[in-house]
């Protein structure tokens, strides 16, 4: 049974709407993501181009990995969780 993202788009929606291959989940993940994500690139790569290719590979990665997020417990600590797991 396929969740129906909110209108607010929570993390956790996203993040489940992910797991079960959710185009449009995936799509707003990476918008929410895409800076932080390329900022952590951008630390390693020679250039911009070779950053946007370590960050969309990157993102093919979390996106087939995603199964084996597991939430916290705590809803606060959703965000700090995932964004330690995301820079793995």
């Avoid at 959710?22 to 690139?41: D, H, N, T, V």
Wanted: overall charge neutral; proline content about 2%.
């Amino acid at each position: 049974m396929r969740i129906a993202l909110s209108t607010d788009h929570s993390l956790n929606d996203l993040i489940l709407g992910c797991k079960q291959d959710m185009p449009a989940a995936q799509k707003l993940l990476y918008e929410r993501f895409y800076g932080f994500g390329l900022s952590i690139c951008l630390r390693y790569a020679k250039n911009q181009d070779e950053a946007l290719e370590m960050l969309n590979d990157g993102f093919v990665k979390v996106f087939r990995s995603i199964s084996g997020f597991i939430e916290p417990g705590m809803h606060d600590e959703l965000l700090k969780l995932f964004m330690s797991w995301f820079k793995k």
